[in-house]
């Protein structure tokens, strides 16, 4: 199984901030991965796929890039509706896998 | 407006069985691969199984391979997981996914 790690786990940043989520892949997945927003009780929303292109409606302070096994999920300016739980999905090969996900608090 | 709506989750006893459903609509169903992912409580998101647009073909995670059974019905709209032999580690909340969209999933709880 491919194994996805994110980091950090968790991060404290303030509105305003610049925000960088990395994903690590076990084994090169070329750029079949995905980024994911969950908030509290709610469920996730896509915000990324293919690694960089931007899921419709989606503001454009988020973006993504990497290819092969590095990833990276970037917040330009936090704003306080993105506190949340981020996760990055790889779907190159079965199983498909989580990262363990990254919660984004307020400092 | 695309939505997916499960159902079909509840309390169940270790080694039962259970079956959820999901109803789309706001997108041409047959066009997407559909999966479920499930979210144990207050842990992280699992892929559990997918099925291709025309149903010919299915993928399991180990962990529910032989157990349970994706399906769907294209002139329905609709995605199926039937679950059998139920284990504690079971217990989570099922996510219907496909086309970039998540339903707002479906609590099961296995437990005597």
């Known amino acids: 199984d491919i194994q996805m790690t994110q980091s950090p786990s968790s991060l404290s940043a303030s509105v305003g901030d610049r925000v960088t989520i990395t994903c690590r892949a076990s084994q090169g997945i070329r750029n079949d991965l995905e980024w994911f927003q969950q908030k509290p009780g709610k469920a996730p929303k896509r915000l990324i796929y293919a690694a960089s292109t931007l899921q419709s409606g989606v503001p454009s302070r988020f973006s993504g890039s990497g290819s092969g096994t590095e990833f990276t999920l970037t917040i330009s300016s936090l704003q306080p509706e993105d506190f949340a739980t981020y996760y990055c999905l790889q779907h190159n090969s079965y199983p498909w896998t989580f990262g363990q996900g990254t919660k984004v608090e307020i400092k | 407006e695309v939505q997916l709506v499960e159902s079909g989750g509840g309390l169940v006893q270790p080694g039962g069985s259970l079956r959820l459903s999901c109803a789309a609509s706001?997108?041409?169903?047959?066009?997407?691969?559909m999966s479920w992912v499930r979210q144990a409580p207050g842990k992280g998101l699992e892929w559990v199984a997918n099925?291709?647009?025309?149903?010919?073909?299915?993928n399991y995670v180990d962990s529910v391979r032989g157990r349970f059974t994706i399906s769907r019905d294209n002139a329905e709209s609709s995605l199926c997981l039937q679950m059998n032999t139920l284990r504690a580690e079971d217990t989570a909340v099922y996510y219907c996914?496909?086309?970039?969209?998540w339903g707002q999933g479906t609590l099961v709880t296995v437990s005597s």
């Open positions: 706001g997108f041409t169903f047959s066009n997407y691969w």
């Open positions: 996914v496909g086309a970039g969209y």
């Open positions: 099925i291709k647009k025309d149903g010919n073909e299915k």
